[in-house]
């Protein structure tokens, strides 16, 4: 089945060309197992593409993704958590991917503040990585939140919390689900992934000074 285009079919190569590079880097580095995941990247102000449910990030190709309108129900085909990647886009325009993975360390991270709602972040040099941190004095919060099989309901908040960033710390371009993984996004591709290497990088990093003892 190919792809169908809700937009001029012209841009769609370079927003899959993403998807794709995306979605094999993340396997690459065991971030996606079994079909998990899921990947977008902004085509124009009407449209974006977005991975198919249940394919293998790993082994993508332009066929495993859809054309989702930015102002339409999920097309057919769609992860359910699809409803994430398209209310972002909606909310703010200015996002060019959304990269979706279940790590372990975002998962585990995730699931340890669940019942904090957040996780913040200091001291850190990679924090420097997301986009206008400029110190690792900085403090960085990561909203959790318990995951919930009803992705509209949790679309919902999800967009509530994103509306009103802390105002004592630096809202961070990712949240987590708990126990389940990160979402990370950017003005574009290579933004995206910076902001997710950054942010699972720094969850290892957590991790590991927690269990480490000299």
Request: hydrophobic fraction near 45%; charged fraction near 20%; glycine fraction near 8%.
């Amino acid at each position: 089945m190919g792809v169908t285009f809700a937009t001029s079919p012209t841009l769609f190569p370079r927003a899959a060309a993403a998807v794709i590079n995306a979605g094999r880097a993340a396997a690459a580095r065991g971030w996606v197992p079994a079909t998990s995941g899921n990947f977008s990247a902004w085509i124009d102000e009407n449209a974006f593409a977005v991975t198919r449910s249940g394919v293998d990030k790993g082994s993508l190709t332009p066929d495993d993704l859809i054309v989702q309108p930015i102002d339409a129900p999920l097309e057919p085909g769609s992860s359910a958590e699809a409803a994430l990647h398209l209310r972002l886009y909606r909310d703010a325009p200015e996002t060019g991917a959304i990269f979706h993975v279940h790590s372990p360390a975002a998962s585990v991270i995730g699931r340890a503040h669940a019942r904090d709602g957040a996780l913040r972040i200091q001291g850190w040099e990679l924090e420097k990585a997301l986009s206008g941190v400029t110190t690792h004095e900085a403090v960085i919060e990561v909203p959790v939140f318990d995951n919930d099989q009803d992705v509209e309901a949790l679309a919902e908040r999800v967009a509530r919390r994103l509306a009103e960033p802390p105002h004592d710390a630096v809202a961070a371009p990712g949240y987590l689900l708990a126990g389940h993984g990160l979402y990370a996004w950017g003005r574009d591709a290579r933004e995206a992934w910076r902001h997710l290497e950054a942010l699972e990088t720094l969850f290892q990093q957590i991790l590991a000074s927690r269990s480490y003892r000299p």
